[in-house]
């Protein structure tokens, strides 16, 4: 674990030079999987038994389920197939499923119980909010916008929706979502030092919680300040000194380009998924491959693709197809991800940036349903990822009748 985390640290993607990973990178990896019920990731857990990495890139990975017939099962094999899987070295992932002993169990619940209740995790970010950062090779290609404007949509269909922009010397978020103030620290109870207070925009039964450093500094001319700043720092600072509360979602504005941030979230919230915006244009889906690419070496599982700025429509209603054709659906189809959506060329779009009004709150134009039609598909995706359908009954049913066994073997 040890030599994984360093490698992360040191901005290298773990055992990606040509090599197979070794078992500890494997276990590092398989953090980003969370039992969704238990509230934490299966290696933490105590769930991962032995791994094994062939020379033929066959990885055999032993897991000890709470009970062997969970239904957690699929999702757990899935999700740890997505992880380990996108290493190019890498054949064929078998997992040994195995079933806890009674005194496994007693533990893993004592542990779960105790991550509930007691213990502060390592970032602020809740961990049942689905992390979704936006990226994108380049600059322009619209990733703010789609950022706001899905953050917007998934509020107004009744989300907390928390969004971190990432772009710390670029930022656009506040102006985007008209929340120009400044951020203020409170005393929060369970923590030592003042933590940072996101702005919040309540819409309709949803809200947004937003943090950015344009909220920190007078204007945007002086972010140029900020460029001594370690980028990753920042960062690393809004996952761990912002009282969240509860969240959703996480939407997080990548600054453009790849490397360090996308590294340091593969360190710090492995459980990210990238929603890679690209336009149609073959230049602007080149540059995305390189961010899926990034995604994939950083192990950063890939929601899917937006394209936007696929058209622009006349009064007349003639389609121009001003910045080419496909791009999208050749870059998902390259990265093996869902098209998610196309978003047209609108004047609204800009508008709304530029007075804070996403376009997906109030118009009812192409782009803005587009952008509703985006957020159902992901919250639609984030229920499947955590269906637990008939494994609800799992802590009281198994799990506690054993630890209140042992308790009261204890104790008579
Ligand atoms: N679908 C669209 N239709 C019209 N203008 C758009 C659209 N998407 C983005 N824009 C405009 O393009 C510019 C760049 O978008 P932005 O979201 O800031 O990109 P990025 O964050 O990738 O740099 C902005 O002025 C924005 O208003
Ligand atoms: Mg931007």
Known sequence: MASADKNL???????FEGTLPSPETI??????VIDPELGDNIVDLGMVGDISVSPEGLIRIGVK??????????????????????????????????????????????????????????????????????????????????TVNLAAALAAQGNTVGVLDADIWGFSIPRMLGMPDRLQAEKVDGHEKPMIIPNERVLGNGVLKVV????????????????????????????????????????????????????????????????????????????????ADMAQRSFLRVAGVIENMTSFECDHGNSYALFGTG?????????????????????????????????????TGKAAIEFHNI?????????AQSEMSGCSARIEEVAVPVAVRSRTETSS
């Open 327 to 363: 791009g999208g659906t050749t870059l998902a189809n390259e990265i093996g991800a869902e098209l998610l959506g196309q978003i047209p060329i609108e004047a609204t779009v800009s508008l709304g940036g530029d007075t804070g009004e996403p376009v997906a709150l109030h118009n």
């Open 65 to 146: 389920l709470t009970i062997k017939g969970c239904p957690l099962r699929a999702q757990i094999k899935k999700d740890i197939e997505s992880r380990v899987k996108t290493h190019p070295l890498i054949t064929k992932v078998s997992i040994d499923w195995g079933e806890m002993t009674p005194e496994e169990r007693t533990a893993v619940m004592t542990r779960a119980r105790w991550n509930a209740k007691e213990q502060a995790p390592a970032t602020q970010v809740p961990i049942n909010a689905r992390v979704l950062a936006i990226a994108s090779g380049k600059g322009g290609v619209g990733k703010s916008s789609v």
């Open 212 to 291: 950015s450093t344009g909220m920190l500094v007078e204007d945007e001319g002086t972010a140029l300040m900020w460029r001594g700043l370690m980028l990753t720092k920042a960062v690393e600072q809004f996952l761990h000194d912002v009282h969240w509360g509860h969240l959703d979602y996480l939407l997080i504005d990548m600054p453009p380009g790849t490397g360090d941030v996308q590294m340091g979230l593969a360190r710090m919230l492995p459980r990210t998924d990238l929603i890679i915006v690209t336009t149609p244009a073959v230049s602007a889906q080149k540059v995305a491959i390189r961010a």
């Open 27 to 32: 276990r590092h990896l398989l953090r980003a």
């Open 375 to 383: 957020a159902r598909k992901l919250i639609a995706q984030t229920i």
């Open 9 to 15: 640290s040191e901005g290298t993607a773990p055992g």
